[in-house]
């Protein structure tokens, strides 16, 4: 945390709210990209990571899970090839921690569903966090207002816990998770699981993405569901766009083609972000 004085009174600034400074100055969204920890093993996630985060502005991490309710076919394939290999929370905080010493290391946000925090405990899940240099946090399944009291335990450690929209949040209820949000908010950009084919135009995702905006203009907020190679460019005036089943499956294909992950991915995240510079 980089800290600067203001009168008498300190002030943080999160690396999260850093990328997006710097990715601003830049005239840019940031890049956000998701994997799954432990896919297609733990050395292998943690080398797909590294290599990636060259291009990332910020890495999501996927805990994988066996009832992933938001999640489309591909990031389901990543998180089933995760648990067969024998994944553990354990692990994730260790990939994390080795990640956070590397060179070209970004914010890290987990991004799961709340039995595993659940049956981890609340309390050491945040700690553990915390140790291991996590910067955010993404509960799938634990909405506003349910997610209040883990949201004050994680900004008193600094973490970010990052609130869900979708084009179905009432105004009323809108501004409502904005005022009680952090650094970060995730739009969801249409009704559906992850990975779906982008049913709503980038038009329209846009108009409902300015009317979050108009609320609360100083607010990052990213957009993400849909969002591959084709669609980035279109959306590019986002804080931030999120990719991931785009990357879950071209991990899919490299490995039922007998190829490197590792190169495929990083090739790919390479491509989005010359598509939104």
Not at 14 to 25: D, G, V
Not at 184 to 212: A, D, F, Q, R
Not at 240 to 264: D, F, H, M, W, Y
């Amino acid at each position: 945390y980089f800290k600067r004085k203001i009168g008498k009174i300190k002030m943080s600034i999160s690396p999260i709210s850093l990328a997006f400074k710097k990715c601003k100055e830049e005239k840019r969204p940031a890049l956000l990209t998701y994997t799954v920890a432990g896919d297609n093993t733990k050395k292998k996630s943690f080398e797909i990571l590294n290599s990636i985060s060259k291009y990332a502005d910020i890495c999501e991490i996927g805990m994988p899970h066996n009832t992933p309710i938001a999640d489309g076919g591909q990031i389901q394939n990543s998180a089933y090839r995760a648990i067969k290999n024998g994944i553990k929370l354990k692990d994730i905080f260790e990939i994390v921690k080795k990640f956070k010493k590397t060179k070209d290391a970004k914010p890290v946000i987990l991004m799961g569903y709340y039995n595993t925090i659940f049956q981890f405990g609340e309390n050491k899940f945040i700690r553990k966090s915390k140790k291991s240099g996590v910067d955010g946090l993404i509960i799938v399944d634990l909405p506003w207002p349910e997610n209040k009291k883990l949201a004050k335990k994680c900004k008193k450690k600094s973490i970010n816990f990052i609130q869900l929209l979708s084009p179905t949040t009432s105004l009323k209820r809108l501004k409502k998770i904005l005022k009680d949000s952090h650094d970060m908010v995730y739009y969801i950009s249409m009704l559906s699981t992850t990975g779906g084919k982008l049913k709503v135009s980038p038009k329209k995702i846009l108009e409902n993405y300015s009317k979050i905006k108009k609320i609360n203009k100083f607010k990052n907020i990213v957009i993400g569901f849909g969002i591959t190679s084709k669609t980035i460019a279109s959306l590019k005036k986002a804080d931030g766009l999120v990719v991931g089943s785009a990357l879950c499956k071209e991990i899919s294909k490299s490995l039922k083609n007998r190829q490197n992950p590792v190169t495929n991915v990083n090739k790919m995240v390479s491509k989005l972000k010359n598509k939104i510079i």
